[in-house]
């Protein structure tokens, strides 16, 4: 995963003109813990293939819009299953395991708490 989150990290850097840090806070996750932490069943995140995470300009030290690093990766012609964003939060969610769909999702509630994850960023 680490290859994929390089190319990321430069790609943003060009764009933003200056060095770029990601901070990951969440990475592999056990099923055990993955199910504490609300994830699927079949998240990538219990094969390693998969990272939440904010991203951070150096030039200023602000974070990047959450928004802004989807938009930014979807656009780009690099490689990845789903981007996830989770409005009103600093951090994303990619995951890399196969088939790469290149999906942008967005996560909602509904009235009793539990997570959908439709397509696409919100309107």
């Not at 219990?46 to 200023?60: I, P, Q, T, Y």
């Not at 490689?79 to 909602?108: A, C, K, N, T």
């Amino acid at each position: 995963m680490a290859h994929f989150l390089e190319a990321e990290r430069a790609l943003l850097a060009r764009h933003y003109g200056c060095a770029v840090q990601i901070h990951i806070t969440s990475g592999f996750r056990s099923g055990a813990v993955n199910r504490l932490a609300g994830g699927t069943g079949t998240s990538d995140h219990m094969e390693g293939l998969a990272c939440d995470r904010w991203h951070e300009r150096m030039d200023n030290r602000t974070m990047i819009d959450p928004r802004a690093v989807i938009e930014l990766l979807a656009a780009s012609d690099l490689p990845f299953d789903q981007l996830i964003f989770y409005p009103g939060q600093p951090r994303i969610h990619s995951g890399y395991g196969e088939p790469m769909r290149r999906e942008v999702r967005h996560r909602i509630e509904d009235a009793d708490g539990k997570a959908h994850y439709p397509l696409g960023l919100p309107t």
